[in-house]
T-cell receptor, first 114, second 114 residues
């Protein structure tokens, strides 16, 4: 069965410092990987996705993620955090050939302090 | 362009009552989804519809039914609500075809069953 894990419930960083939100996945084939962000009382918003090709994927709001097949990871990164980046972040995985089975991680709450 | 809309935003039910959650999208997407979000568990897929006229079970379908009324609308029905169905419900859509598309989420419905 496919699954995705976000090993940290909470990540705290200071404004201006780099941030990393971790994600590892477990699937039987080559996955499609996604990151979403959720602000309070809102639905999820798409940040970026990995389909194929370059392992470094750039997305919205200055975020990027690195696909590492050997470590089965897809960590979200940003070089310089903003207070406004504080939110709940979800990693998700979808199997190739199955357009509708998306599995989400439990989420990581990012807090950026001034 | 409203994206994905959901009604109602909040609902309180008593055990055994029924209700229907409404969802509509104006992006001409083929696929639509219903998720529930519970603390520490991420999003779990209840039902999805790959195209108008088709629906399929997701990870947690028990206690729910769905209707894909047309391409725009996808409703979720609770026939006999239980306290375990207290959750935040999100509708999402993706498309237009069968490629690797991100999902667009509605603002959610917060349901409490007493």
């Amino acid at each position: 069965a496919q699954s995705v894990a976000q090993p940290e419930d909470q990540v705290n960083v200071a404004e201006g410092n780099p941030l990393t939100v971790k994600c590892t996945y477990s699937v039987s084939g080559n996955p499609y990987l996604f990151w979403y962000v959720q602000y309070p009382n809102r639905g999820l918003q798409f940040l970026l996705k990995y389909i194929t090709g370059d392992n470094l994927v750039k997305g919205s709001y200055g975020f990027e993620a690195e696909f590492n097949k050997s470590q089965t990871s897809f960590h979200l990164k940003k070089p310089s955090a903003l207070v406004s980046d504080s939110a709940l972040y979800f990693c998700a995985v979808r199997l190739r050939g199955n357009n509708n089975d998306m599995r989400f991680g439990a989420g990581t709450r990012l807090t950026v302090k001034p | 362009n409203a994206g994905v809309t959901q009604t109602p935003k909040f609902q309180v039910l008593k055990t055994g009552q029924s209700m229907t959650l409404q969802c509509a999208q104006d992006m001409n997407h083929n696929s639509m989804y219903w998720y529930r979000q519970d603390p520490g568990m991420g999003l779990r897929l209840i039902y999805y519809s790959a195209s108008e006229g088709t629906t399929d079970k997701g990870e947690v379908p028990n206690g729910y039914n769905v209707s894909r009324l047309n391409k725009r609308e996808f409703s979720l029905r609770l026939e006999s609500a239980a306290p375990s169905q207290t959750s935040v419900y999100f509708c999402a859509s993706s498309g237009p075809g069968s490629g690797v598309y991100e999902q667009y989420f509605g603002p959610g419905t917060r349901l409490t069953v007493t």
